[in-house]
């Protein structure tokens, strides 16, 4: 540890199922420091972060906070020694108010509402937060939720705050606003550690750069030591570019098909913004992208969970115009859409797995009927339980006891059944334990073999190098790159999802 080291890490490891999601790293953390982590989706960031908040505990290694040692054992003893944490998600109560959640964890033990509510109103004019500290948190703005994360810190006068992802959800004069105030609390002693994934912010406003890859420190140095191409090169390796020459290339036959489906000009909104791309039979095209940059977005707007502008572009499934006013439609047209987050909108988590998969055969081929025999559909849940290898604990176990790969296979038989000629999958492996990857992989290969056209929307680079045809790539709601399978390499997909 260095004599100027304000906090510290040493051999900091953390697994989930086996797999360590940071392993022996060491961090240092300069006081008055701006230091930014980069690294791609899985690399550890946010799990290093939560571990410094005192959220996930560690499962070796050691803490030192101004060369003393100490343990962190709850978010409770982060709080105590001055740390804060702005998470992605943020953590407000939303049914209180704002100047309610800027001192939650720390209230009087007589309380003013009316005085709370003018220091609160203080605090966030100095900040230059136009927000109302009467408001409740569950009606404000994502970009507003954030900055109320903000100002509870500083109220705490915490000495370092750690910012998850913090422009994702930023205009760019918000953005801009938000690098000012860091400079600003820097200069009143404040260390800040921040996570982002435009390479631009952590070279432009951090101090040092940490680079993680696979759970592991890579490097670290001063951000003057760096630029994009060497900060991208630490971020993927050299190992991707082998990987990609041992995987086969889509035959020409394939490509020489009509497209399953066309996408020309759609626009949702904000995020999406005249986006197009066409998706062929047999072939697995993969979307990537920053967060913020309309993957998801097209997806929903594709399958009719959301609905595009008026005149927002046009829409064809095998040469026939489709608009969807519910996801229903797009099943019974042979459109799977596998969620992004399963555990709210995937499956039943109170259900089992027989269930839940017999809901996905229901919503295809019951056509409204109200009493529909279970012979028809028991057979091929039990071929797909098998032919998946969704593993459980006897045979009523309900899914929320099942592990993440095995739930995300409950998902994926639920669509499976409905014996689609078109499946989306978006984030296929998050939270996903390092085997069940391996297999949930194998399982979209095996779907685009047997003549399906297949999408995969993924932040997870190796994993859309590795299942991808094709790539294209995703950025400020439009599509800005394609690169076949030869052609593609990390280096180019984050050059393009960025520039």
Request: hydrophobic fraction near 45%.
């Amino acid at each position: 540890m260095t004599a100027s080291s304000f906090l510290s890490l040493r051999n900091a490891t953390k697994t989930y199922g086996g797999f360590p999601a940071i392993n022996a790293v060491d961090f240092d953390l300069r006081p008055n420091e701006i230091h930014a982590l980069v690294g791609e989706n899985g690399a550890g960031k946010s799990t290093l972060c939560k571990v410094i908040a005192g959220v996930v505990a560690m499962d070796s290694g050691t803490f030192s906070f101004k060369d003393e040692p100490f343990e962190l054992k709850s978010p409770r003893d982060a709080f105590d020694k001055g740390i804060s944490m702005v998470f992605q998600e943020t953590s407000l109560v939303p049914q209180l108010t704002v100047a309610q959640n800027m001192v939650l964890g720390r209230e009087r033990v007589l309380n003013s509402a009316r005085a709370l509510s003018i220091e609160c109103r203080q605090l966030l004019r100095s900040l230059n937060f136009n927000i109302d500290p009467t408001m409740k948190a569950g009606a404000l703005g994502a970009a507003q939720r954030q900055m109320v994360e903000i100002a509870r810190a500083v109220y705490n006068k915490s000495r370092i705050i750690i910012l998850d992802e913090p422009t994702a959800a930023l205009t760019p004069e918000e953005t801009d606003h938000l690098f000012y105030l860091m400079n600003d609390l820097r200069q009143k002693g404040v260390a800040m550690i921040f996570i982002s994934h435009a390479l631009e912010e952590a070279l432009s406003h951090a101090d040092r750069i940490t680079v993680l890859r696979n759970g592991k420190k890579i490097v670290t140095d001063d951000a003057r030591s760096f630029d994009r191409a060497s900060l991208i090169r630490h971020m993927v390796g050299e190992e991707i570019a082998s990987e990609m020459a041992a995987r086969p290339n889509v035959s020409t036959a394939t490509r020489a098909r009509k497209p399953i489906l066309k996408v020309e000009n759609i626009r949702m909104g904000n995020m999406v913004n005249n986006m197009s791309f066409s998706v062929f039979p047999g072939e697995v095209t993969g979307i990537a992208g920053l967060i913020g940059s309309g993957r998801s977005e097209v997806a929903k707007v594709i399958v009719g969970q959301i609905k595009r502008n008026f005149g927002g572009g046009r829409i064809y499934l095998n040469d026939r115009e489709i608009r969807y006013r519910l996801p229903a439609q797009a099943i019974r047209d042979g459109i799977a859409y596998v969620t992004e987050d399963r555990k709210i909108d995937g499956f039943f988590e109170t259900m089992g797995v027989f269930e839940n998969v017999s809901l996905g055969w229901l919503a295809k081929w019951a056509k409204g009927k109200f009493f529909v025999s279970k012979k028809a559909m028991k057979p091929k849940v039990k071929e797909l339980e098998k032919k998946l290898a969704i593993r459980g604990i006897g045979k009523f176990q309900t899914v929320h006891k099942l592990s993440g790969g095995n739930q995300q296979k409950v998902v994926i038989a639920k669509t499976l059944i409905q014996e689609p000629s078109l499946v989306i999958f978006d984030e296929p492996t998050r939270g996903v334990d390092v085997g069940a990857i391996a297999e949930i992989r194998e399982i979209i290969r095996s779907i685009a073999d047997s003549g399906a056209g297949v999408v995969v929307i993924s932040s997870y680079l190796p994993e859309i190098l590795d299942v991808s045809d094709r790539i294209l790539v995703a950025k400020g709601g439009t599509i800005v790159a394609e690169f076949s399978r030869d052609e593609a390499t990390a280096e180019k997909i984050l050059h393009a999802a960025i520039h």
